[in-house]
């Protein structure tokens, strides 16, 4: 039976290295100039060099004639984010804002992870969101890509897809036969700052498994407050009552913005402080401690964003005038009690990323849920994108998170209680073993 290995991180910003679209051909000028304000932004912006003993200065002068002398500029941004490589982070990216082709996560709503076949390494589909593209062409969990567009993708090379277009992937599907799939890949989502993305339709999906057991599963968390996303779990919530039990599916889900707090609100009634945002670092605490400001609710409507923007600038700038850094908390919505309290269980994969494995320490240490899958991947940073020349932009980490203990979570998995492995075969055979044994457990709650 194949395998899965688990370091693999085929998503998110982590994975830039993939090929990017042809730019206007930059002199070396450019490049210089690119080069140079990249330094100071990283010198000034990333959130701690000394943790992981980088050399920035060495590294800098190691790719600096490499980057400046590339012969084309798809050599140039991938020699950009090698040397980017040696901070040894998450949540790092260099592209063009011009950036037409992304990953497949966020081009057509799956993940996927290397395995082994008959001693060949492949790329095998693992997270395939229902209503992305790939799910709407027939792609499915432990389908093995194959090419795209004619173009063989083996590991470690990582395959990459054109939005707003339609491409051809060619997958081996149950009992390993050969398929063509055209996925039609719609015009994506593009913010200012942001990598072009194509959220799956409905992004909160939910039904019933039983009498009493409800099942939501979450994509993603889109929009930096994620109000939209927050009503899609709480409709997801109140069409699915009445029921005892819950499994929450955050397999695939990458991260994002604070949406993430309707879920964690879900596990408790009670309005309990999770973290603590302070001199550049996010620490996990049940413990009220003080805080210039609190992110406590995600309003229902856009139009309460404006007075929640304006309290958050004034303790900002009242901060920034008493010359110290702001200390921001995040609390739990305080929803109030709910029969499937616990009685949670929270379905988890190696792509379940960032904000999410906050959530999911917390529930751990607090025991609010029975964690259920494979161990997360340890990208558990905060990040920004900040403006460079010529239409470039650098994705960095800005902050970082540690539990009420003092640990750091970036690089260290997350791990489940019950850890139940990705099975390719089973999957292509329509088996999905994770979420049966999810069933199982919250069944027995």
Sequence with gaps: ???????????????????????????????????????????????????????????????????????????FERRVMSLLSELGSSHIGFYHESLDRSSSKMAISANYVRLEQDQAEYWVFQDVHEGGPASRAGIKPGDVLLSVDGRSFRPPEHPFFPV????????????????????????PVRKRGQLPYVPPDPIVAHRRLGHDLGYVRVAMYPGEVGVEVANDVSHAIQS???????????????????????????????????????????????????????????????????????????AMVRTKLRKRRPCIAVMMEGLGPQDFHSRIVLLIDRHTASANE?????????????????????????????????GYRVALPVGEYRTSEGKNLEGTSVRPDVEVLFDAELARSGVDRQLDRAIEIASEL
């Design 1 to 75: 039976m194949p395998k899965p290995l688990p370091k693999d991180n085929p998503s998110g910003l982590a994975s830039m290295e993939l090929p990017e679209v042809a730019t206007t051909r930059l002199t070396q000028d450019k490049r210089r100039k690119i080069l140079k304000e990249l330094a100071k932004v990283v010198e000034k912006r990333f959130y701690d060099p000394p943790l992981r003993n980088v050399d920035w200065v060495s590294a800098l002068d190691k790719h600096r004639d490499g980057i400046i002398d590339a012969p084309s500029d798809e050599i």
């Design 164 to 187: 707003e277009t339609t491409v051809k992937i060619e997958v081996l599907t149950s009992r390993l036969q050969k398929a063509e799939r055209t996925v039609v890949i719609p015009e």
């Design 240 to 314: 699915l009552q009445p029921i005892r039990r819950l499994i929450l599916d955050l397999r695939g889900n990458t991260g994002g913005g604070i949406g993430v707090l309707r879920i964690m609100s879900l596990l408790t009634p009670k309005k309990i402080q999770v973290g603590l945002f302070a001199n550049g670092k996010a620490v996990q605490t049940s413990e009220p401690k003080p805080h210039d400001f609190a992110i406590d609710r995600i309003p229902q409507k856009k139009s309460e964003l404006l007075p929640l923007t304006d309290s958050f600038f004034t």
């Design 358 to 390: 906050m959530l999911i320490a917390f529930a751990k240490e607090n025991h609010l849920a029975t964690i259920v899958g494979e161990p997360t991947p340890g990208r558990m940073l905060g990040g920004n994108k900040f403006k460079l020349p010529f």
